[in-house]
């Protein structure tokens, strides 16, 4: 019990630090030749790693990786996990980053235990658990960050996606682009039913040309959103349906019973007409096509 | 009666006719004694038109959103033209989720837009020709 618990580590990082830190940072190179990452940047990254790993280890001689010791060194993996992330990386060649440490550190091990197979053996189980534990969290950090991405990313789309633009006094219309989930219609909802209040529009055209498919839970949802701004007093024409989305709904009997419009030029004649407002011709320009309204 | 007099909600006569504004919250026995008051009024004075306006209400529960439901009802047997004004987004959403988009029920922006309604539903003499702007 004795010898495995006092692991040659510490030891072994104070005495040869700089070799083992040579023969990693060469190791690093060998690994992955890439240019996202400049060599002296990884060097000092391995030289800063190995330092606080050093400072984790100094006074003690248990290798233990949950003490607060290693605190640092978790902060800096996790720092240098996020950069690599963001710069494109793997995982596997973020991990690699750790796990190529275990190599340079079994040989010096191996020299320091001499001929010690048991020591030798326990010290190996305590530093590999220690490198696998170090590699985990760099793991961990690295999904975290792109998770994030993904997050933010989803919310950019989906502010960016709900415009709603004023056509005429009193018409809007709200292109829709991409798919329609139940939270994206939360949004489309609130944003439609206040532009309707701020601008005192009657009419509201949805425009759903780039709604790749609608199902019959879109369907709902654009449903929902007809009644609410029914229930403030505007009505609701839906266009852009697409010939195939059109095909898609009568097969799946989806019925939207509501005014419709093939595109968004129809429904937008049909709005002005419900407000008293047609478009003439200010020119007769074609003799054949002169506006009825003209006069 | 059981409820206070102070506690009910003014109806106003405006021509032939009726405005409801809702400027306090609407509990339940609120809500029943106005069903009572506003048929009641549409009976006494023939009125054509109702108008309730409930921007100042923030809360629509099941119960009110029902409520004004009947006494659209109501008045359409009374042969009058019920018209809800001023909802407001948040209003509109919830009574969206609760299923209650009040189907009989008309509905404008504003109670400007509401008296027009309530006018060009009657097709009454003297129609606001805004809209059309004819110059003739």
């Known amino acids: 019990m004795s010898p495995a618990s006092a692991s040659r580590l510490p030891s072994i990082l104070d005495a040869h630090g700089d070799e083992i830190l040579a023969e990693w940072v060469e190791r690093l190179r060998d690994g992955v030749a890439d240019d996202r990452i400049s060599e002296v940047e990884r060097a000092r990254q391995a030289s800063g790693f190995l330092q606080r790993l050093s400072d984790a280890l100094r006074g003690s001689t248990v290798v233990e990786s949950d003490s607060p010791a290693f605190e640092p060194l978790y902060d800096m993996l996790v720092d240098i996990s996020r950069s690599r992330a963001v710069q494109g990386f793997s995982p596997t060649e973020s991990a690699l980053f750790v796990f190529s440490l275990k190599q340079p550190l079994f040989r010096f091990l191996a020299r320091a235990w001499g001929n010690d197979a048991e020591g030798l053996g326990a010290d190996l189980w305590a530093v590999t658990l220690l490198i696998d534990a170090l590699g985990l969290r760099m793991m961990e950090a690295w999904q975290k960050t792109r998770e994030e991405v993904i997050v933010r990313q989803q919310q950019e789309i989906a502010e960016l996606s709900t415009p709603v633009v004023k056509l005429w006094q009193g018409i809007l219309a709200l292109p829709l682009i991409g798919t329609l989930d139940s939270s994206r219609t939360q949004v489309v909802m609130e944003n439609l039913l206040e532009s309707i209040v701020q601008h005192e529009a009657d009419i509201a055209i949805i425009d759903i040309t780039g709604v790749p498919t609608v199902d019959t839970l879109v369907a709902q949802h654009l449903l929902k959103t007809v009644a609410a701004a029914r229930l403030m007093g505007a009505d609701c024409i839906i266009s852009g349906i697409r010939p195939q989305i059109a095909q898609t709904m009568v097969h799946l009997g989806v019925e939207l019973n509501v005014i419709s419009k093939a595109n968004l030029s129809d429904a937008f004649a049909l709005a002005l007409r419900r407000i008293g407002r047609s478009v003439v011709r200010t020119k007769p320009a074609a003799p054949a096509a002169v506006d009825s309204h003209a006069g | ?136």
Do not use: C, Y
Not at chain 2, 98 to 116: C, D, K, Q, Y
């Open chain 2, 1 to 136: 009666m059981p409820g206070d007099v102070e506690d009910r909600i003014p109806i106003l006569k405006l021509g032939n006719a009726l405005l409801v504004t809702i400027q306090v919250d609407m509990h339940d026995r609120l809500a029943l004694a106005l069903e009572d008051d506003l048929t009641n009024r549409i009976v006494q004075t023939s009125a054509k038109g109702v108008l309730i306006d409930i921007s100042a209400l923030e809360i629509v529960d099941s119960f009110i959103g029902r409520t004004l439901a009947n006494i659209a009802q109501i008045a359409r047997v009374l042969d009058a033209e019920t018209v809800v004004v001023g909802m407001r987004p948040a209003v509109a959403i919830t009574l969206v989720e609760l299923g209650l988009s009040l189907p009989g029920v008309r509905t404008a922006l504003n109670a400007e837009r509401g008296m027009a309604l309530i006018r060009t539903h009657r097709g009454d003499d003297e129609l606001d020709s805004e809209a059309d702007g004819d110059p003739a």
